[in-house]
């Protein structure tokens, strides 16, 4: 029985983040360099701030598993996790190594190069503003500010997240060099890191440098007839410059009502030349052989005490869009599944590429699930 409910939705972060190191090592996405540097620390830090020691124990088991024996968590410092023989860990890995399947792999390989590219594309757009801002809801652990950062100089980003999730992450930058130099921040020594479970748990959940902006914020206090005034974690937010709103597997996880509210949120404060890139589950419609894609993971969630209540109400690519259509009417929407993604918006280069990477002979499977996902793209 799972009796935080927000908690069983964070840890979905830490699978998304094994997903993309198995990725990583698998050769799909080699720009990904930060995720040697970022998982142990998290583990690390995941550990420290446990303080019972038998929950510790069984936490360490399953995130030594869930990260395929390759990092030293239970016996280690900080400093020898900063320290830490990348090469090392490659080297244990080669393309009969198992650890995530070819076709969560691929899914995830995807997911992530379509955000990205659509990332790439509206920063293109915009290289001769003077001011451009990101934003990514429920942004966890992700590595992309630290690849981005550096090669925008206009850019502010901003990343919201529940309070636990981005305390930890906090901690993970200013621990590494290799983590605060691409944000702007600056390492803690070693004197000043936590050593103690009451340590992490008191440590700030906030991290602000001049273009990077780690913020704690539930996602559900973001409602129409609130403004960008009302919430203080947005008060480096301008409402008037060019943004892009970040939503990967986000607000599927909230209410109709609080998505909703979040949506309309973004619509009334940001006045222009602002846009949603969303990456959603579809549970396909609700009559006819096609939802049942949909209901398996309904009962897959509930197993793990999570819901995602909007999966069958916009459960196809015509659901999604007449909902933004109809939420932000002065909008231009485009929905496409991730199967017409893979089909139309990767190279043939690119899909020579990674099918030399590992043996997948379940395409027509692959397609399905592709096909239960979609990317949205609203313009006002």
């Known amino acids: 029985m799972h009796s935080d409910p927000d908690n069983a939705v964070r840890q979905t972060d830490f699978d998304a983040l094994s997903s993309r190191l198995s990725c990583y090592l698998k050769?799909?996405?080699?720009?990904?360099?930060?995720?040697?540097?970022?998982?142990?620390?998290?583990?690390?830090?995941?550990l420290l701030g446990t303080e019972s020691e038998f929950r510790k124990f069984a936490l360490a088991r399953s995130l030594k598993t869930q990260f395929f024996n390759l990092f030293p968590v239970t016996h280690t410092t900080v400093k020898g996790l900063i320290n830490l023989d990348k090469n090392a860990v490659r080297s244990k890995i080669n393309k009969f190594t198992p650890l995530k399947s070819p076709m969560i792999n691929r899914g995830t390989y995807l997911r992530t190069k379509a955000i990205s590219d659509?990332?790439?594309?509206?920063?293109?757009?915009?290289s001769e503003d003077p001011l451009v801002q990101i934003v990514s809801l429920g942004a966890g652990n992700d590595t992309r500010p630290f690849n981005l950062l550096p090669r925008h100089h206009n850019l502010q980003y901003f990343e919201l997240d529940m309070e636990q999730t981005t305390?930890?992450?906090?901690?993970?930058?200013l621990s590494?060099?290799?983590l605060s130099e691409p944000v702007g921040a600056t390492p803690l020594t070693e004197q000043q890191l936590p050593s103690n479970?009451?340590?992490?748990?008191s440590f700030p959940s906030s991290l602000n440098t001049p273009n990077y902006h780690l913020l704690p914020c539930d996602l559900r206090l973001l409602r129409e007839g609130t403004s960008l005034s009302d919430i203080k974690e947005l008060s480096h937010l301008e409402a008037s410059v060019p943004t892009l709103i970040v939503s990967e597997c986000c607000i599927c996880y909230l209410s109709q009502t609080d998505s909703n509210n979040l949506i309309q949120f973004w619509s009334n404060n940001l006045k222009s030349d602002a846009q949603l890139l969303i990456y959603e589950p579809l549970g396909g419609p609700e009559e006819g052989a096609n939802n049942k894609y949909g209901h398996v993971m309904i009962r897959n969630l509930i197993c793990r005490g999570i819901e995602m209540p909007t999966l069958m109400e916009y459960g196809t690519i015509d659901r999604q869009k007449a909902r933004f259509e109809q939420l932000i009417p002065r909008?231009?929407?485009?929905?496409?599944?991730?199967?017409?993604?893979?089909?139309n918006q990767i190279t043939q280069p690119e899909i020579e590429r990674i099918s030399q990477l590992e043996l997948l002979d379940e395409m027509e499977e692959l397609n399905l699930i592709n096909s239960h996902y979609c990317l949205i793209v609203v313009k006002w």
Not at 167 to 173: D, F, M, V
Not at 197 to 201: F, I, K, M, R, Y
């Open 167 to 173: 305390r930890l992450k906090a901690l993970t930058i």
């Open 197 to 201: 479970a009451g340590q992490v748990l």
């Open 118 to 126: 659509h990332i790439d594309a509206f920063m293109n757009s915009h």
């Open 27 to 46: 050769g799909y996405s080699p720009e990904d360099t930060y995720i040697l540097d970022i998982v142990p620390l998290l583990m690390y830090y995941q």
């Open 331 to 343: 909008s231009t929407v485009w929905c496409r599944d991730m199967k017409w993604v893979y089909e």
């Open 176 to 178: 590494s060099p290799t």
